[in-house]
């Protein structure tokens, strides 16, 4: 698994995080889907969540992008349209990266950044909406405390309420 990540820095042309990167690399990762915190940062209970390695990160994107056709992607509140509306995800814009539970994604949204892409969520109550401006935020929003003992780490509330 390690090797596999180390030579895959975009998914179909979208630059993956550099945090993202390396934490599959170190896996710790896929371990933060046992963080106590997922329920405070996506605002419900986790029901067996994943955080993808890189194969599945490519393989739930390609899904994503290639085989869902437009009945089925209007139920994920996605759109093949480049540009859409906060609550929809256009599917050429989005890298999936996990799930914290059946049909509850959560994507790197590229709309507004190519370099700094927001975290955004589906979850049971429909549209998509941010729960980080930026991966970085999405770590120290699930991560542990800070190793030298201080306090935890804020990330910056989510703006513009999508």
């Given at each position: 698994m390690k090797a596999e990540a180390e030579f895959c820095d975009s998914i179909f042309g979208m630059p993956l995080p550099r945090g993202l990167i390396e934490s599959i690399q170190d896996l710790s990762w896929m371990?933060?889907?046992?963080?106590?915190?997922?329920?405070?940062?996506?605002?419900?209970?986790?029901?067996?969540?994943?955080?993808?390695?890189?194969?599945?990160?490519v393989a739930t994107t390609k899904w994503w992008r290639e085989d869902l056709d437009d009945e089925t992607m209007e139920c994920y509140f996605g759109t093949s349209e480049e540009f859409s509306a906060p609550?929809?995800?256009?599917?050429?814009?989005?890298?999936?990266?996990?799930?914290?539970?059946?049909?509850?994604?959560?994507?790197?949204?590229?709309?507004?950044?190519?370099?700094?892409?927001r975290v955004v969520f589906l979850g049971e109550e429909g549209a998509w909406r941010t729960v980080s401006n930026s991966f970085s935020d999405l770590l120290l929003m699930l991560g542990p405390e800070r190793p030298d003992g201080g306090e935890r780490l804020e990330a910056r509330p989510p703006s513009g309420g999508s």
């Open positions: 371990a933060l889907a046992g963080s106590p915190r997922l329920r405070e940062t996506f605002g419900q209970a986790p029901v067996q969540p994943r955080f993808y390695s890189t194969a599945g990160i609550e929809y995800m256009s599917r050429m814009k989005t890298v999936i990266i996990g799930s914290i539970g059946p049909d509850l994604l959560f994507a790197l949204d590229y709309r507004d950044s190519f370099a700094d892409p």
